[in-house]
Structures are given as structure tokens and as C-alpha cells.
């Protein structure tokens, strides 16, 4: 009989951006497994309605749960924003965020008190980062800027890769500093650097593939803050205290599962972020109609 400790800890995201998120906890944890879902299919979040982000957020959650998972992390900014109260009244399973921990990084390190903000349409008009930080620190000023285009070149610069999985990090400054993403880089990231911030938050899990292209355009004194690393550390000091870590002898057997019409692109794009391979035997496809007819638990 599998014991609550053996359980996966499931990730979702809208694609492939929650990868990131992912990664930093199979570094952190490495005795456990991971259940990553990908609703690529509904890709992007971001200009959706919140009514409608949290529906999706539900529909994962339940069906995460059902597939058995010991605790839900909401690897997706949007979703974290718009959904995460919901879906934590209704499981009965731990469910964190990426919002609250990025936050709190960015309070510990800005010394001007000044904190810029970078997301998507939904999590920028969310406030929920303005919210987040001044929940911890009243007197910092928070500059939030909507950066759509982002993601968008974030996943057209891992298509134009070609490198092997295991160097797609170490050739991320080659990837993504291109003339056309720097250009649109300054235009996004220049109004928050004229207002003297000296720390920026990555609200968006694709973003820290272009932490080289966002560092080159802020300059080296602005220090750059990605909720994965955070949300990792959330993670193992949930589970140690529920005493529901995995056994040191445990050998982490990771799962898949996406709405992708394109398996074939969610497997390259998620094993390049992951940095380990996707096999068909451990990815499903999930078909829209078996999420929307998740009911309530």
C-alpha cells in the first residue's frame, strides 16, 4: 500500500513556463517525485478572465488529486493569483503558490525599497504582488508592469534552439539575447529602471530563461528575483514538518501529463527547461472534456 510520503507532489501550469519551478524542486528534493501537468492547450493564461483561470486552476487541482499527489504546487503566476484561495478551500491536500514566496524575496533583499513587478496581463492586474510585498513591508513601493511579449519569446527562443537538454541553461544568454528580444526587452523594462528600483520580480515561471537578456538591459546593480527557488524551499519545509518527506531511499519516478495537440513539442520544450527527458511511457495526454467534468470533491 503506497504511503502518503511516497506520493508525488503535483505541479501545473498553463504550459511549460512551471517547469522552471519544477526543476529548482527536483534539485532541492531529490528522493521525490513530481507530477507535472501542462494545460498547453489553453496556453496562455494571461488574457483570460480570472473567472476563467480559476476554473482551469480547479479542474487540474481535482484531477491531480484523484491521480494521488501528497501536496499541489500552482507553478503558473496567473492561476496563483486568481485561484489559489479556491482551490485551497476545496482540497484537502496542501497548495502553494508561486505569488507569496516571490514576494518575500524580494522584501529580504531591496534595500532602496523600491520593487519592480513584470507579469502577464492576469497577474499584473491581480495586484496580488503589490499586495503580497506591502503585506510584508508597508513602506515599499511597488512598480508593476504588464510583459505579455515575454512568454511568448521565452518558448519561440527554445524552438530555435538546438542544443542538447543538458546545455540549454549554460546557452541561455545565446538563445534569448537576440537584436528583436532585446529591443522588446528595453521597452518593456526601461519605464522600471527609470523609476530607481534595485529589484525586480520575475511574476511569470517562463521568465528566468531570460534572466540573461532582462540582467543585460537592467544592468548588474538591480537584482532579479524568480519565485522558484523560494517555492522549492516552501515545499520541503511543508512536507519535513507533515513528516510527508520521502524516504532517503527513495528513487524519484517522475510523471507527465498535458493537454498538448503537440506532445511532441511539450516533451522538447519541457525536458530543454527540466533538464530531464520526457519518455512517452510517462506522459499522458488528457483530453479537455475528462478536466471539465471534474466535479467538486
Known amino acids: 500500500m503506497e504511503t502518503t510520503s511516497s506520493l508525488p507532489i503535483g505541479v501545473f501550469d498553463s504550459g511549460v513556463g512551471g517547469f522552471t519551478v519544477?526543476?529548482?524542486?527536483?534539485?532541492?528534493?531529490?528522493?521525490?517525485?513530481?507530477?507535472?501537468?501542462?494545460?498547453?492547450?489553453?496556453c496562455p493564461y494571461g488574457p483570460r478572465s480570472p473567472e476563467e483561470i480559476q476554473t482551469f486552476a480547479l479542474q487540474i487541482s481535482k484531477w491531480l488529486c484523484r491521480q494521488g499527489v501528497k501536496l499541489i504546487v500552482i507553478a503558473c503566476n496567473s492561476a496563483t493569483?486568481?485561484?489559489?484561495?479556491?482551490?485551497?478551500?476545496?482540497?484537502?491536500?496542501?497548495v502553494i503558490g508561486v505569488i507569496e514566496p516571490g514576494a518575500r524575496a524580494a522584501v529580504q533583499v531591496t534595500t532602496a525599497r523600491r520593487v519592480g513587478v513584470i507579469g502577464t496581463i492576469a497577474t499584473i492586474e491581480s495586484g496580488a504582488y503589490?499586495?503580497?510585498?506591502?503585506?510584508?513591508d508597508a513602506g515599499i513601493t511597488v512598480f508593476s508592469s504588464a510583459t505579455p511579449r515575454f512568454v511568448e519569446m521565452v518558448e519561440q527562443g527554445l524552438r530555435l534552439d538546438r542544443n542538447p537538454?543538458?546545455?540549454?541553461?549554460?546557452?541561455?544568454?545565446?538563445?534569448?539575447?537576440?537584436?528583436?528580444?532585446s529591443e522588446i526587452a528595453r521597452d518593456y523594462l526601461n519605464p522600471l529602471k527609470r523609476c530607481k528600483i534595485d529589484t525586480l520580480v520575475l511574476g511569470c515561471t517562463h521568465y528566468p530563461l531570460l534572466t540573461?537578456?532582462?540582467q543585460s538591459v537592467l544592468g548588474s546593480e538591480i537584482k532579479i528575483i524568480s519565485s522558484a527557488e523560494e517555492t522549492a524551499r516552501d515545499v520541503a519545509d511543508i512536507l519535513a514538518r507533515r513528516r510527508?518527506?520521502?524516504?532517503?531511499?527513495?528513487?524519484?519516478?517522475h510523471r507527465f501529463a498535458t493537454t498538448a495537440k503537440n506532445?511532441?513539442?511539450f516533451v522538447s520544450l519541457g525536458s530543454a527547461i527540466f533538464r530531464h527527458q520526457i519518455h512517452e511511457d510517462v506522459l499522458s495526454l488528457v483530453p479537455l472534456q475528462e478536466l471539465e467534468g471534474e466535479k467538486a470533491i
Open 22 to 42: 519544477a526543476r529548482e524542486i527536483a534539485d532541492r528534493l531529490t528522493h521525490e517525485s513530481i507530477f507535472y501537468f501542462g494545460d498547453t492547450l489553453r
Open 81 to 94: 493569483a486568481t485561484g489559489l484561495e479556491a482551490v485551497q478551500r476545496l482540497l484537502d491536500v496542501p
Open 130 to 136: 503589490t499586495r503580497a510585498i506591502r503585506s510584508l
Open 165 to 181: 537538454v543538458e546545455d540549454i541553461m549554460a546557452q541561455a544568454a545565446e538563445i534569448f539575447i537576440r537584436p528583436t528580444f
Open 212 to 214: 540573461p537578456l532582462i
Open 244 to 253: 510527508q518527506l520521502a524516504p532517503a531511499t527513495s528513487r524519484p519516478l
Open 263 to 265: 506532445p511532441a513539442e
